[in-house]
């Protein structure tokens, strides 16, 4: 895994031996930011399921002045940490938390915190036909406080797994849909907030993942 763009292109994210640590594949992630195209430059940054940092360091090597990351396994945020510092990204942008996110989350809202990006990639759920998802993916979109953690025009990005239907709770309306072999990457707005910074539609090349 490689930081894909920005000041940073061409470092690798070290991830440990094991699944404990599913990071986006390059394909993916590089789909996600040329959707956002300069979205991301200026952009304050709430990276929820963090890992090793492979989302959140992109946002940084693409001009993010703010990175909270919130990843609950001490042994990941040691990766993390070492990543940053093997990609020469400035650490004084960063604030790295070791807690659950769904303990993070209501903090951070009660502390009126506010984010233009919020991106999550959880570990994926289990297929749910004939059921309510109760993956982290479906648990992030229910969580009432997480709207609260948007500033005006703020986008929230969630993976998940094709196999695991979400159902879409009132607070939130979908922009955008990506979807690459088995991921799904959903761009949200609260409902009823003002568009943010239009997102760009890339061309699409062999292999890249396409809209349904």
């Known amino acids: ?71 609950k396994s001490d042994k990941h945020a040691r990766f993390y940490r070492r990543n940053l510092v093997a990609a020469g990204l400035s650490a004084t942008a960063v604030e790295l938390r070791v807690d659950d996110v769904f303990s993070a989350v209501p903090q951070l809202a009660a502390a009126g915190r506010l984010f233009d990006l919020v991106i999550a990639d959880p570990p994926y759920g289990e297929k749910n036909v004939g059921r309510r998802s109760t993956s982290l993916a479906q648990r992030l979109l229910d969580q009432p406080d997480l709207p609260r953690l948007l500033a005006p025009g703020a986008l929230f990005i969630l993976g998940h797994t094709k196999r695991d239907t979400l159902d879409i709770p009132p607070a939130w309306k979908e922009r955008k849909m990506l979807k690459h072999g ?31």
């Open 1 to 71: 895994m490689r930081i894909i763009g920005g000041e940073a292109a061409g470092r690798i994210v070290h991830v440990p031996e094991g699944l404990g640590v599913r990071p986006m594949p390059d394909k993916v992630k590089l789909a996600v930011f040329n959707s956002l195209g300069g979205f991301v430059d200026g952009a304050r940054v709430l990276d929820l399921f963090s890992g090793t940092g492979a989302l959140g360091h992109e946002c940084l090597s693409r001009g993010a002045v703010l990175l909270h990351s919130v990843e």
């Open 182 to 212: 088995d991921t799904v990457i959903r761009f949200f707005k609260p409902a009823g907030a003002v568009d943010p910074v239009e997102i760009v539609e890339p061309e699409p090349s062999e292999g890249e993942p396409t809209e349904p």
